[in-house]
C-alpha cells in the first residue's frame, strides 16, 4: 500500500488538516474526510474507493463527508460515539472555530473500536483511542503482500524524505490521538487527559513504522518512542498540578 496526502487549509480558521488516501493497487480507503472533493478525484483518478474511515468527528475532519458518500457510495466507517457529533455543532466543534455544521451522510457502519476489518486486500485494525475527544480512533493498516522496508521507510521519513511514492507494510492513521512532535488537545468538548494517556500508552504497543497524523508531518514508531513518553509525563504533572489547586 501506498499513501498520499492532501493537505487543507481552512483559511476561516486557519485550521490545516489531512486527508489520507490509501492506494493498494487499483484500490482506495480515503482516511478522514477535510480534503474537498475535488482534490481526492484528483489523487484517486479512476480507482475503485472501497471505504472511508473516520478517526473523530470534528468538523475539520469530516467537513467533506457528505461529498464522498454521493461520490464513492462506499461504506464510512467511524466509532460508535461519533453519531451525536454529527448533529451536533458544538461536540463537532464547528460552532467555535467557522460556523454552525450539521452532516447527513447516512452510509455509515459506527464500530466500537475493536474490529478488525478487511478492506482492499489489506488487514485495518480499529483501535479506540479517547483522550482528545469521546470518539477518538486509530488505524493501524497492514499488507502483508508487501515486502517489509520498514528500514528504508524510517530513514527516509526522518530526514523528511517523500515516501508516497513506496510501498509500505504497516501504517498506522492516528487522527489528533498524537502527533509527530505533540499530542491532541483534551480541552475540547469531551477531551478527556486521563483517558488521552491511556490510549498513548497503547499506541506505543503497537507494531507499526509509520504514523499519518491529523495535523502536520507524519512520522515514525521511533519518534513516537520518544514523543508519547514525554507527553505523557506532560499531562500527568498537569493533573497533579490542577489536583493540588
Not at 530513514?155 to 487522527?175: A, H, Y
Not at 505523557?232 to 489547586?245: D, G, W
Request: net charge negative; with cysteine; proline share 2%.
Amino acid at each position: 500500500m501506498k499513501v498520499t496526502t492532501i493537505r487543507t487549509t481552512w483559511a476561516e480558521s486557519e485550521l490545516k488538516q489531512n486527508t489520507h488516501i490509501i492506494t493498494i493497487g487499483n484500490k482506495c480507503i480515503i482516511v478522514d474526510a477535510g480534503a474537498s472533493l475535488e482534490d481526492v478525484l484528483n489523487v484517486v483518478g479512476d480507482r475503485s474507493v472501497e471505504a472511508i474511515l473516520i478517526t473523530h468527528a470534528h468538523f475539520d475532519h469530516i467537513s467533506n463527508i457528505d461529498a464522498y458518500e454521493i461520490a464513492f457510495g462506499c461504506p464510512i466507517y467511524m466509532n460508535e460515539h461519533s453519531k451525536k457529533f454529527l448533529h451536533d455543532p458544538i461536540l463537532n466543534v464547528s460552532k467555535f472555530f467557522v460556523h454552525e455544521i450539521i452532516f447527513d451522510a447516512e452510509n455509515i457502519h459506527y464500530i466500537k473500536g475493536k474490529e478488525t476489518l478487511h478492506i482492499a486486500g489489506i488487514d485495518v485494525k480499529a483501535i479506540y483511542t479517547p483522550g482528545h475527544s469521546e470518539d477518538s480512533m486509530c488505524f493501524l493498516c497492514v499488507d502483508n503482500d508487501i515486502e517489509d522496508n520498514s528500514e528504508q521507510i524510517i530513514n527516509m521519513v526522518t530526514n523528511r524524505q517523500d515516501v508516497s511514492n513506496l510501498e509500505q507494510t504497516k501504517v498506522l492513521f492516528t487522527g489528533d490521538t498524537c502527533f509527530a512532535k505533540a499530542v491532541g488537545t483534551t480541552k475540547l468538548k469531551t477531551g478527556n487527559p486521563k483517558r488521552l494517556i491511556v490510549s498513548l500508552n497503547y499506541l506505543l504497543k503497537l507494531d507499526f513504522t509509520t504514523a499519518y497524523t491529523g495535523h502536520m508531518r507524519h512520522t515514525t514508531k521511533l519518534e513516537q518512542q520518544e514523543n508519547i513518553p514525554t507527553w505523557i509525563k506532560h499531562i500527568k504533572s498537569q493533573l497533579l498540578a490542577n489536583n493540588e489547586k
